[in-house]
C-alpha cells in the first residue's frame, strides 16, 4: 500500500521533474544539429504531466513543448537547414501532438470509468437503504415519540398552579436533544441518497462507526445480536468522504447480520474493532458468527456481480472494495475462529493532521461501546 507521505512527496516531485526534463531537451535540442530529433524526447514530458495534469493541463504541456522545439530550431545556428532536420522536426511535433491527444483520452477514459463508479456507488446505497426503509422509520420515530411524550409533559407542568418552570425546563432540554438526535438520523439517510461527487476531509473514523451502528440497530434487535464496538483511543484521524465509508461499513454489517440470522440464537455476536495498523494507516475489523465464508469464496467475493446469497446482487462488496481503494486502503476477509466471518480494510491517516496533533500533544478521546 502506498503511504500518504509518499503521495504527498510525488506531488512536488512530478512538476519539478517534468520541469528539468523539458528544460534538458530543451538546452541539447539548442545545442545540436537539427539532424538530430531530440524534441521527439518531449513525449516523455507529455506522458509525465499526464501524471498529475488535468486535460487542460496536458493540453497546455503539449503546446509548450511544440513551441520549445519551434523555439529551438529558432536558435540552433544554421546557414540553411537539411531537409533531413526539417522532416526530424515534423516527424517530432506530429509526436508531441499524437501523445498530447492519446493523454487526453486516456484521461477522459479515467473521468468516465470514476463517474460510473461513483454512479454505481449511488444505485448500490440506494438498494440498500431501500431494503432498510423500516430501520430508518423505526430510528427516527423513536426520538419523534419522546418528543411528543416531552411535551405532553411540559405543558402539564406549565398548567400546573403554580406552574414548575423546573420541571418545564427539563422537559424542553430533553425535546432539544430527541430532536437534534431524529435531525441526525435524517441527515444520515439524506447524505447516503445524494448522488455528489466525493468529498475529501478530515475524519474520525469511531464517530463514522458509531453512526453507522445506529442505522442497524433495529436489525440488530429483531435478530437478537450481541453487537460490540471496540474501538481504540489512539485512532488517529484520516482523510476521506463520510459518506463512501460510511458506505463500506453499512454494507459489512449487513452482510454480517444476514449471515447471523442462519446461527443460533445466543451465539449471535458481531464486534466491530477500530486500532492503529502501523505509522501510516487504520484497521478496521468486523467480526460475525455466522455461517463464514469457504475458501472457494474468500478469493471471489469482491469481484462483480458475484453472490453467495440466493437473492443477492453481487454489487455491495465490489463497490466496497473500489470506495476502499480509491481512498488509498485494502479490504480482505478470513475466517474467523471457531466460526463466521471477519472483514478487514485499511485507511491511510491524515499524515499533516496527525503530526500537528502531535506536536501540540493533543489527541481525540474515544471509548468502547456496548450495544444491545
Not at 454512479?119 to 446505497?125: D, G, M, N, S, T
Not at 453487537?227 to 465509508?245: C, K
Request: aromatic share 6%.
Amino acid at each position: 500500500m502506498v503511504s500518504q507521505e509518499f503521495r504527498l512527496s510525488t506531488a512536488w516531485v512530478l512538476p519539478f521533474a517534468t520541469i528539468a526534463i523539458a528544460t534538458a531537451i530543451f538546452i541539447a535540442d539548442t545545442i545540436t544539429e537539427l539532424d538530430i530529433a531530440c524534441p521527439v524526447f518531449y513525449t516523455a514530458v507529455v506522458l509525465i504531466a499526464a501524471q498529475f495534469c488535468s486535460k487542460r493541463g496536458i493540453v497546455f504541456v503539449g503546446l509548450a513543448c511544440i513551441a520549445l522545439t519551434l523555439l529551438s530550431d529558432l536558435l540552433t545556428i544554421e546557414v540553411a537547414p537539411s531537409q533531413a532536420g526539417v522532416i526530424n522536426t515534423c516527424i517530432s511535433l506530429a509526436a508531441i501532438a499524437a501523445t498530447t491527444y492519446l493523454a487526453v483520452k486516456i484521461e477522459m477514459e479515467k473521468e468516465a470509468t470514476f463517474g460510473a463508479r461513483s454512479q454505481l456507488a449511488h444505485v448500490a446505497r440506494m438498494t440498500t437503504l431501500e431494503g432498510m426503509t423500516a430501520n430508518i422509520a423505526h430510528e427516527v420515530n423513536q426520538p419523534l415519540t419522546a418528543v411528543l411524550i416531552n411535551g405532553n409533559a411540559c405543558l402539564h407542568w406549565l398548567d400546573a398552579e403554580p406552574p414548575d418552570l423546573n420541571e418545564a425546563r427539563k422537559n424542553i432540554t430533553n425535546i432539544v436533544r430527541d430532536a437534534n438526535r431524529a435531525s441526525k438520523i435524517v441527515v444520515q439517510v439524506r447524505d447516503l441518497t445524494k448522488g455528489r461527487p466525493p468529498v475529501s476531509e478530515g475524519l474520525r473514523i469511531n464517530e463514522i462507526i458509531l453512526a453507522t451502528t445506529v442505522l442497524v440497530d433495529r436489525e440488530i434487535r429483531q435478530n437478537q445480536i450481541s453487537i460490540q464496538t471496540q474501538l481504540s483511543d489512539d485512532v488517529p484521524l484520516i482523510n476521506g468522504d463520510r459518506v463512501q465509508l460510511q458506505q463500506v461499513l453499512l454494507n459489512l454489517l449487513l452482510n454480517s447480520i444476514e449471515a447471523l440470522r442462519l446461527a443460533d440464537v445466543g451465539s449471535r455476536r458481531l464486534v466491530i474493532v477500530s486500532a492503529k495498523s502501523n505509522s501510516n494507516s487504520v484497521l478496521i475489523s468486523v467480526y460475525d458468527t455466522g455461517k463464514g465464508i469457504s475458501s472457494s469464496d474468500v478469493g471471489c467475493l469482491f469481484d462483480p456481480f458475484y453472490t453467495t446469497k440466493p437473492d443477492g446482487m453481487g454489487i455491495g462488496l465490489t463497490v466496497s472494495r473500489s470506495i476502499v481503494e480509491s481512498h488509498g486502503g485494502q479490504i480482505w476477509a478470513t475466517p474467523n475462529s471457531p466460526c463466521g466471518a471477519v472483514f478487514h480494510f485499511t485507511l491511510p491517516i491524515d499524515v499533516r493532521i496527525d503530526r500537528y496533533i502531535e506536536k501540540n500533544g493533543f489527541r481525540w478521546e474515544n471509548s468502547s461501546h456496548k450495544i444491545g
